[in-house]
């Protein structure tokens, strides 16, 4: 069975990837429910993107086997924020607003079904219980306060 901080990051995928399907389908005049969409989006992805980069990928790529995953897992988040940040620059009632959401959308998911696929199966084959428990407190006392900065 994966270790509960796997579970959480999942847990927290199921999240985003849920509102991101509420903003997708969301109509191209409802400005107001994109709007609250999007910031719920925000309160829960860069708090838990940050976690990730600060206390999991560090220490994933510590190991020389799972070094470059880590590393790259890394950059797909870089990519991610940068699209991010031009969403949230947008007007959300803008086409170009519905289009790149769709490629971030596409980004995200990429992202998350390697993690789960792959990360998760070398954070597990190369961590110990141990290191992942500490890497589990770390990541919830980080998530919680990114999360503060947006309430």
């Known amino acids: 069975m994966a270790h ?5 990051i999942e847990k927290d995928h ?7 399907e509420q903003l997708e389908n969301a109509s ?13 989006l925000k309160m829960e992805l860069l708090p838990h993107m940050k976690a990730e980069e600060k206390h999991f990928y ?15 897992a890394i950059e797909e988040h870089h990519v ?8 949230d620059k947008l007007d959300k009632d803008e086409e170009r607003w519905s289009a ?15 993690e789960e696929e ?8 190369v961590l110990d219980e141990n290191q992942l428990d500490e890497i589990m407190t770390a990541f919830n006392e980080e998530k919680e306060k990114g999360k503060k900065k947006y309430r």
Do not use: C, T, W, Y
């Not at 509960?4 to 959480?8: E, P, S, V």
């Not at 560090?58 to 790259?72: A, C, D, N, W």
């Not at 790149?100 to 390697?114: A, C, D, G, Q």
């Not at 792959?118 to 084959?125: G, I, L, N, R, T």
């Open 80 to 87: 991610a924020e940068m699209v991010f940040k031009e969403l």
């Open 58 to 72: 560090p220490v994933l790529g510590e190991s020389k086997s799972s070094r470059q995953i880590s590393m790259e």
């Open 28 to 40: 191209q005049g409802a400005v107001k429910k994109k709007e609250d969409l999007f910031m719920k």
């Open 4 to 8: 509960q901080l796997l579970q959480i």
């Open 118 to 125: 792959e990360v998760f199966e070398v954070a597990e084959d």
């Open 14 to 20: 199921e999240e985003i990837k849920e509102i991101l």
């Open 100 to 114: 790149k959401l769709k490629v971030f959308k596409e980004i995200l998911e990429h992202h998350i079904e390697e």
